[in-house]
C-alpha cells in the first residue's frame, strides 16, 4: 500500500460519514451536563443554607466543558482533514490524468514526429509535383485520430490536437480533390489547361491554398510538440 492510500485510509477512520452527529452528541451532552449542574448548585445552595447539607457533586460542570471541548476539537479536525481528503483527490485525478496524456504524446510524437510529412509540407512548393507517400503519416493521422481514444485530458492539449486534426483533414481533402495522378504515385497539381509558365487562375489559388495549409500545420504541430513538453515534463 502506498503512502497516499494509507492516508486516505486513515482519513476515512478518523472521518466517518456522521462526524457531524458525534459532534453535535458531544456539545449537547456536554451543555446538558452543564445546565444541570447550575441547577444542581441552585438546589444545593438551598440545601446547605436550611440544612446544612449537599445532596449533589460539583464536577459535572468540568466535565461538561470537556465535552464540549473536545466535540469542537474533533469538528475541526475532522474538516481539515475533509479538505486535505479532496486535496490529495485531486492530486491522485491530475497524476492518472498526466500519466494517460504522456502516453497519448509519445504516440503522437511516433505518428506525426516532426520529420516526414510534417517536414515536407513545411518546404514543399505545391507549384510542382509530389509523392503521395510524403503525405501518407498525415493521411493515416486524419484517419485514426478522429476518436475518443486520441483525446487528451489536458484541455490546452486537447484544444491544439482538435485544431491539427482539423487542418489536416482539410489539407488531406483538398490536396486529393486538387491535384492529380502523374502515375507512379506521383501527383500534380497542373491540368491539362495548365502550362508552365501560364498557370490558370484556379490552379494559382489551388497552390497557395495548400502552400497556406502546409504551413499552418506546421506551426500547429510544433505548438502542439512545444506545449506537450511544457505541459508534461517530457
Known amino acids: 500500500m502506498r503512502i497516499s492510500e494509507f492516508i486516505l485510509e486513515l482519513i ?3 472521518k466517518p460519514n456522521f462526524h457531524n452527529k458525534i459532534t453535535w452528541f458531544l456539545v449537547v451532552f ?3 451536563l452543564i445546565s444541570t449542574s447550575v441547577i444542581e448548585k441552585i438546589i444545593n445552595a438551598i440545601f446547605e443554607k436550611q440544612f446544612a447539607i449537599s445532596i449533589t457533586e460539583n464536577n459535572d460542570t468540568m466535565v461538561g466543558l470537556w465535552l464540549i471541548a473536545i466535540g469542537l476539537i474533533y469538528n475541526i479536525l475532522t474538516n481539515y482533514f ?3 481528503l479532496l486535496h ?3 492530486i491522485r485525478k491530475i497524476d492518472n490524468n498526466s500519466s494517460q496524456d504522456k502516453s497519448l504524446y509519445e504516440k503522437f510524437l511516433q505518428k506525426l514526429p516532426s520529420e516526414g510529412s510534417i517536414k515536407f509540407i513545411n518546404h514543399h512548393d505545391f507549384h510542382n509535383s509530389f509523392a503521395l507517400e510524403n503525405l501518407r503519416q498525415l493521411r493515416n493521422f486524419a484517419d485514426e485520430w478522429n476518436n475518443a481514444e486520441y483525446e487528451f485530458m489536458n484541455s ?3 484544444d491544439i490536437r482538435k485544431e491539427l486534426l482539423e487542418k489536416v483533414q482539410h489539407f488531406v481533402y483538398y490536396s486529393g480533390m486538387k491535384t492529380f495522378p502523374l502515375g507512379g504515385g506521383i501527383q500534380t497539381i497542373m491540368n491539362n489547361a ?4 501560364n498557370l490558370t487562375q484556379s490552379t494559382q489559388d489551388n497552390i497557395v491554398l495548400l502552400n497556406n495549409y502546409g504551413d499552418d500545420i506546421f ?6 510538440v512545444r506545449k506537450g513538453r511544457d505541459i508534461l515534463y517530457i
Open 219 to 224: 506551426k500547429i504541430h510544433q505548438k502542439l
Open 12 to 14: 476515512k477512520l478518523i
Open 82 to 84: 475533509n479538505k486535505y
Open 194 to 197: 495548365d502550362e508552365e509558365c
Open 156 to 158: 490546452d492539449l486537447e
Open 88 to 90: 490529495l483527490q485531486t
Open 30 to 32: 456536554g451543555a446538558t
